[in-house]
């Protein structure tokens, strides 16, 4: 495993996260789901990613990550960099959803009670808050690092404009936001738009979620729809309007790609996302072990030659870049 730095601050990521979206939920076993975190520690995957609302249901994935660490990861716990969000929706009534001072310290009390911590390493606002003032939302990120909650806060799905806000408001209180957690991936280039450049103009750090697509970009629908994928499951995530004729194509383009350069069209992907310095890190999600240990070697090959990134170009160009 590689570690980069998180912008200007003084942590590092793994180059690949887990996250904790799906599989881990109280739906599913208990014993898989430390299978797949023990063996992404071993592999040197140090981060693990969650929010309030991660499961199903929501929380659960939290519970489980906390039973981990009683048990599997006793020692473990100054080797692990453990995040949460909160933004969106968690419990009934006013107080439960987007950016208020109360929905956010009461959600990560919450989260820190079923992970059995006493702070998480990072707390990221999860969506921005149309209605409540930004100002509210960082003093309240502010006060959650001052009070020990959390050594480090970073927001998720800002856009270049708010990021920056949000940024510099925080840091007129003496609080730096050191990462933004968007989607990015080969069909998902809306950071490219200014974004990317904005976390580099305020030495925050990136990690990508969805790199893979929500699994599109895998070897999965290649030649049909697998009876245990999230399109057969009809999750709400994907469906089988995303596997277009067109999108079909594309990846068995870039499947083809991937095998003259020695890869899994997943490790494709990965390597993709990380090739920018700008991206720290890269959040899979996983429903097995094997899974882990193929991306983690999407980390032998990084590099691309410009011929190589014209032809992704071309390809994810086509009329369903994007959907």
């Known amino acids: 495993m590689t570690y980069a730095r998180v912008g200007a601050s003084g942590l590092k990521l793994p180059r690949i996260a887990l996250g904790l979206w799906h599989n881990f939920g109280s739906i599913d076993r208990y014993e898989q789901s430390a299978q797949m975190l023990t063996r992404a520690f071993d592999l040197g995957i140090t981060h693990f990613d969650l929010a309030n609302n991660y499961g199903p249901p929501p929380g659960s994935a939290e519970e489980t990550l906390g039973r981990a660490l009683r048990t599997e990861f006793r020692s473990y716990r100054d080797e692990l960099v453990i995040s949460t969000k909160a933004g969106w929706g968690m419990w009934p009534g006013p107080y439960g959803d987007f950016g208020s001072r109360k929905y956010l310290i009461a959600s990560l009390d919450q989260s820190l009670k079923r992970l059995g911590l006493d702070y998480v390493d990072i707390f990221y606002h999860h969506r921005p808050d149309p209605e409540t003032p930004l100002e509210e939302t960082m003093a309240a990120l502010d006060h959650i690092v001052r009070s020990g909650r959390a050594l480090y806060v970073g927001i998720s799905s800002y856009d270049k404009e708010g990021t920056r806000a949000a940024a510099e408001l925080l840091r007129t209180m003496g609080t730096r936001c050191i990462i933004h957690q ?74 083809k790609l991937a095998q003259e350069r020695g890869q899994s069209l997943a ?38 030659s410009q011929d190589e990134l014209a032809r992704i170009d071309a390809i994810t160009q086509s009329p369903d870049r994007g959907h």
């Open 182 to 255: 968007p989607p990015y991936s080969m069909f998902n280039r809306s950071v490219e738009q200014g974004l990317l450049q904005e976390t580099q103009r305020q030495q925050m750090g990136v990690i990508a979620f969805s790199p893979l697509s929500q699994g599109l970009l895998t070897d999965r629908y290649l030649s049909a729809i697998p009876t245990d994928s999230r399109i057969a499951k009809q999750t709400g995530f994907l469906n089988q309007a995303d596997l277009t004729e067109s999108r079909l194509a594309q990846l068995q383009a870039l499947s």
């Open 267 to 304: 490790q494709l992907a990965l390597a993709w996302v990380l090739r920018d310095q700008a991206v720290t890190s890269a959040l899979i999600g996983a429903s097995r072990t094997s899974q882990i240990e193929s991306c983690v070697a999407a980390l032998e090959q990084l590099t691309f």
